[in-house]
Structures are given as C-alpha cells and as structure tokens.
C-alpha cells in the first residue's frame, strides 16, 4: 500500500465523502462504539484515515482550520476511534472559538485515552476561553497529575490563577499563581516568561525588590523577552515611574508589535496618565489582535467613561462580563455607567454582586458609597432629611473600604469623604 497520497487526490476524496455521516454513536454507559478501520479507494490509490489526518495537521499548521476540520471527519469517519484525530479537531475548533464543540471533541478523546495530560490542558485552555475558570483549573491540575515535570501546564495553570486574582481582587491566588511559576522556572530555570510573570506577581504584592530580580533574570536568559519589557514596564508604572514605564513599553513593542498583551498594557498605562484617548487607542489595537480578552474591553469602557461616551462604555463592560462572568471590576464599572445614567436599580445591582463576589474588595464599597451620593440631587426635592437619610446610607459603605484599602492614597480620599459626611450630620440624635 502507497502510504505517500497527493494533497489533491486526498481532496477529492474528502470532497466525495464530506455527506456521510461519522461511523461512531454512544452506547448507553457512554463509551463509544467503535467500526473497524475502513479505506477508501480512488484512481487505484487506498487512501486511509491517517492520510487525513496528515492532511488535517497541514491545513492547521497553517492555519487553515476549516479544511482542517474537514479532513480529521474524514479520519474519523474511517476510523472510528481515532483519539488523535478527535483532540486535534477539537483543537481546531477552539482556534475557529467553536468552544463547544472543541470541549465535546476533547471529550471524546478522553474516552479513548485519558492519561493524555496534553488533552486535559487544551480542553483547560478551551474552559478558560467560555469563561469557566474554576473548570480550566481543574484540567491543568489533572495534566499536573499526569504529567508533573511538563513547565507549561505549571504556567497555565499560574496564569489561571493570576486572572482570578484580577477577576476578585484577591492576592490568595497571586500566591498560588507565584508557586505554579515557581515550580516551572525549577523544571526549566531558562524560561524568561515565567520569571517575567512571576516578577509582575511580586509587584502586585508591593514586593518590588523580588520583582525586578525577576525581570533582571528573565532579561538574562532571553535578552530580547518582550514580555520582561512589557512586565517591568507595568511595575515602573505601579511604582509611578513613568518615564521608565514609557521606554520598556517602547522596547517590548519593538520587539512584539503585533502582540496584543502589549498594547493592553500600555492602554492601562495611559489610563493611569488620564490620556483616555489614547489609551482607547491602545485598548482598541488590543482587542484587534485577541478580540475574547475581557480586560480590553474592561479598559476601553472605563475610558468611555470618563470621555462620557456612556453607551460606548455600558457595550464595552457588556462584553467583558460576556467574556468573564465574575468579572469584579467590570461589574463596578458598569454600576458606575448605570449610576451616570440616573439608572439606580440596575447600579446598585452591579455594585451589589461585585461585593459578592469579593466581599473584600475595598474600591467596590468605596464606589457603591458614591453611588449612594448620587443619589442626593434625586432626593434633593424631599428636603434636607431626605439628603441626609441618603448621606447615613453611604457611611458603612465608606468606612467597610477604609478598613480594607490598603492604598495611602484612596484612604486618605476615604477618611476626608467620612470626615464631610458626619459634619453634615453633625447635631443629629
């Protein structure tokens, strides 16, 4: 038998078959019921299921996963337990963002082989894309399990917890994401993005010091690593060093232009600056180049908001809170969007389920506290009681973020906002 078949008779074979049905249906109990491994025939050639299957992993080199997809249903349809062919459709569907049918490809192979920790991995990376972060976990955790000396499932997984750090403001799983990165550098002590990431971590926990070792390190081994550019810059910028926050972002576009995480990271440095337009810009260019990244479409609604393009902005946090359901920050904007829109119920609502999802995040208290303010030209015509009635209900609000802020600056705004508050209430009973 030939095993050497033409790209162009393997698309005509596809192209005859592509009406029939796969040749594999469930039982019962769930497992698969398998048909022996057909071939079929044209101008005297055997073509077989593997054949397709290399044809498919062509077209997905390339990026072509459509008729990628086209030739694994062919492998499939041949034969019928061809775990291979299932995982790399399912991978094909998730890069065409056919979550569904990825996870129910990933799925299937599992049925077929699941001590695969690549499998879990991707169908880990598929879960995140839906939003489900908690289900992701699980997966990579799983590929750990299997396979505890492979670094990527270790930094998937610690990136994993890192956006469920930003997602509920909870540095719990910055730290675990820090052990997660750790453990990859010690499996593979050149990897720059892993010291890169896990210097980002150790500023978001103040510990500067360990952080620049990091960017340091990771400049060491891979002295053109975009992502330590881009990383440092970030912490300059938390640390209010502008101007060397600007040449890193500089440098890391040099180096990446067409990355996304830069141009996101740089849309938040201009929004640290007050340069909304700008930053739009940024986050604009970001979502362009990875459009189901929720913290773009986060950044640029909160620029619309303070350009006050308010229907822009709602859009905006609409789809960040598509992309990430507990999206924490996301949910305060939006309170602040519905609140600028005199629409107090729905405000309230957003502001009260991102306390819920985090009932330590100090800015959700401090923004409902000044929703509840906005509130005081809406009472202004029931009098003065009617005021300060609306006034006693943002206190707890204000003095729960005081007690949890520990931001110098927002507890100073804190305690001056109580301050003004109980001097307005001063000589009640």
């Known amino acids: 038998?030939?095993?050497?078949?033409?790209?162009?008779?393997?698309?005509?074979?596809?192209?005859?078959?592509?009406?029939?049905?796969?040749?594999?249906?469930?039982?019962?109990?769930?497992?698969?019921?398998?048909?022996?491994?057909?071939?079929?025939?044209?101008?005297?050639?055997?073509?077989?299921?593997?054949?397709?299957?290399?044809?498919?992993?062509?077209?997905?080199?390339?990026?072509?996963?459509?008729?990628?997809?086209?030739?694994?249903?062919?492998?499939?349809?041949l034969k019928s337990d061809y775990a291979d062919a299932y995982d790399s459709r399912g991978w094909a569907y998730y890069n065409r963002g056919e979550y569904e049918k990825a996870i129910a490809d990933y799925n299937y192979t599992l049925k077929f082989d699941d001590f695969d920790g690549w499998v879990y991995y991707r169908r880990g990376l598929t879960y995140e894309g839906q939003g489900q972060i908690d289900l992701a976990l699980a997966d990579y955790s799983q590929a750990i399990t299997i396979d505890p000396e492979n670094e990527d499932f270790f930094k998937e997984r610690g990136r994993a917890y890192t956006d469920l750090g930003l997602i509920y403001g909870d540095t719990v799983y910055f730290d675990k994401a820090i052990a997660d990165y750790s453990q990859a550098i010690k499996i593979w002590p050149e990897d720059d993005e892993a010291y890169a990431n896990r210097g980002w971590l150790y500023s978001q926990k103040g510990e500067y010091g360990r952080a620049y070792q990091d960017y340091n390190k990771a400049l060491e081994v891979y002295p053109d690593s975009a992502a330590a550019y881009n990383n440092r810059g970030m912490t300059h910028l938390d640390s209010g060093n502008i101007d060397k926050a600007e040449a890193d972002f500089k440098k890391a576009d040099e180096l990446a232009p067409e990355w996304g995480q830069l141009h996101l990271s740089r849309g938040q440095f201009f929004l640290r600056r007050e340069e909304w337009q700008e930053a739009i810009e940024e986050f604009d260019e970001a979502i362009r180049l990875d459009p189901d990244r929720a913290e773009s479409y986060s950044g640029r609604g909160w620029a619309y908001v303070k350009t006050n393009e308010l229907d822009k902005a709602q859009a905006d946090l609409d789809n960040a809170l598509r992309l990430k359901p507990n999206y924490t920050v996301a949910y305060m904007r939006r309170a602040l969007v519905y609140a600028k829109k005199r629409n107090f119920p729905r405000a309230f609502a957003d502001a009260n389920k991102a306390i819920e999802l985090n009932p330590n995040y100090a800015p959700a208290y401090y923004d409902r506290g000044w929703i509840h303010l906005m509130l005081i030209n809406d009472y202004a015509a029931g009098g003065e009681q009617s005021k300060k009635a609306v006034m006693r209900r943002a206190i707890p609000d204000f003095e729960k973020a005081l007690e949890l802020s520990k931001d110098p600056a927002l507890r100073a705004s804190i305690q001056k906002i109580l301050n003004d508050l109980k001097k307005g209430l001063e000589g009640e009973k």
């Open 1 to 77: 038998m030939r095993r050497e078949v033409s790209i162009m008779m393997l698309l005509s074979v596809g192209m005859l078959m592509s009406g029939c049905a796969l040749s594999s249906v469930p039982e019962p109990n769930g497992k698969p019921t398998v048909v022996p491994a057909q071939r079929a025939t044209v101008d005297g050639e055997t073509v077989t299921a593997e054949d397709h299957y290399d044809i498919g992993e062509l077209y997905a080199e390339k990026g072509k996963y459509a008729l990628a997809i086209a030739e694994y249903d062919e492998a499939i349809r």
